[in-house]
C-alpha cells in the first residue's frame, strides 16, 4: 500500500486545519473584554477540544486501517520518520490536555458554547505545571507542525518521489 485510506487523509486536513485554527486564536480564553475576545477564546477551546478527539480518533483508525511503509532512503532516515511522526502525535495530544489544565488554573469552571467543561479536583501545583507549559508546548508543536509541512514539499517539489501524494485526494 502506498497511499493513506480516505478517513485518515481527510482527519489530517482537519487536524492541520484545527491546529491553525488554535494557534492563531492563541490566548486566554478567561480574559475577554469584548465579545470578539469572548469569541476567539471560545473558538480557541473549541479547536483544541475537537483536536484532542479528533487525534484519538486518528489513533484508532491507524490500529484499524493499513498505512504505508515508511520508505526512507536509509534505515536512519527511517527511524527519524517515525520518530517525528510519533513526536507530533504526543504534541497533539498534550498540548490541549495542558491547555485544559491551564484553563483550571484560572477558572474553576468554564462555561463554552457547546459544552461546560468538566470541574476537576487536581493538586494545584500539578495544575500550575501544565498550564505554564501550554503555551511552550504549543509552539514546539507549530514548529514540528511547520518543519512536517517544508519536509513534504521539499520531498514533493524537490525530491519529486510520492511522499506528498500519500496525503492527498486524487
Given at each position: 500500500?502506498?497511499?493513506?485510506?480516505?478517513?485518515?487523509?481527510?482527519?489530517?486536513?482537519?487536524?492541520?486545519?484545527?491546529?491553525?485554527?488554535?494557534?492563531?486564536?492563541?490566548?486566554?480564553?478567561?480574559?475577554?473584554?469584548?465579545?470578539?475576545?469572548?469569541?476567539?477564546?471560545?473558538?480557541?477551546?473549541?479547536?483544541?477540544?475537537?483536536?484532542?478527539?479528533?487525534?484519538?480518533?486518528?489513533?484508532?483508525?491507524?490500529?484499524?486501517?493499513?498505512v504505508?511503509?515508511?520508505?526512507?532512503?536509509?534505515?536512519?532516515?527511517?527511524?527519524?520518520?517515525?520518530?517525528?511522526?510519533?513526536?507530533?502525535?504526543?504534541?497533539?495530544?498534550?498540548?490541549?490536555?495542558?491547555?485544559?489544565?491551564?484553563?483550571?488554573?484560572?477558572?474553576?469552571?468554564?462555561?463554552?458554547?457547546?459544552?461546560?467543561l468538566?470541574?476537576?479536583?487536581?493538586?494545584?501545583?500539578?495544575?500550575?505545571?501544565?498550564?505554564?507549559?501550554?503555551?511552550?508546548?504549543?509552539?514546539?508543536?507549530?514548529?514540528?507542525?511547520?518543519?512536517?509541512?517544508?519536509?513534504?514539499?521539499?520531498?514533493?517539489?524537490?525530491?519529486k518521489?510520492n511522499?506528498?501524494?500519500?496525503?492527498?485526494?486524487?
Amino acid at each position: 500500500m502506498n497511499r493513506y485510506s480516505p478517513p485518515l487523509i481527510f482527519i489530517h486536513w482537519i487536524t492541520a486545519i484545527l491546529v491553525l485554527t488554535s494557534y492563531v486564536t492563541s490566548g486566554d480564553p478567561t480574559k475577554g473584554r469584548t465579545i470578539w475576545d469572548f469569541l476567539i477564546g471560545q473558538i480557541h477551546v473549541l479547536s483544541g477540544s475537537l483536536l484532542f478527539i479528533l487525534i484519538l480518533c486518528r489513533l484508532f483508525l491507524r490500529l484499524l486501517l493499513p498505512v504505508p511503509v515508511v520508505k526512507a532512503y536509509n534505515q536512519s532516515l527511517t527511524l527519524v520518520v517515525k520518530a517525528s511522526h510519533s513526536l507530533l502525535y504526543i504534541f497533539l495530544l498534550l498540548v490541549p490536555v495542558a491547555g485544559l489544565l491551564e484553563l483550571y488554573t484560572k477558572a474553576i469552571s468554564f462555561d463554552h458554547v457547546i459544552i461546560e467543561l468538566p470541574q476537576l479536583e487536581l493538586i494545584q501545583s500539578c495544575l500550575l505545571f501544565f498550564g505554564n507549559i501550554h503555551h511552550t508546548l504549543g509552539n514546539l508543536l507549530i514548529t514540528l507542525v511547520g518543519l512536517h509541512a517544508i519536509n513534504s514539499l521539499w520531498h514533493h517539489y524537490y525530491l519529486k518521489d510520492n511522499s506528498l501524494n500519500k496525503m492527498t485526494f486524487r
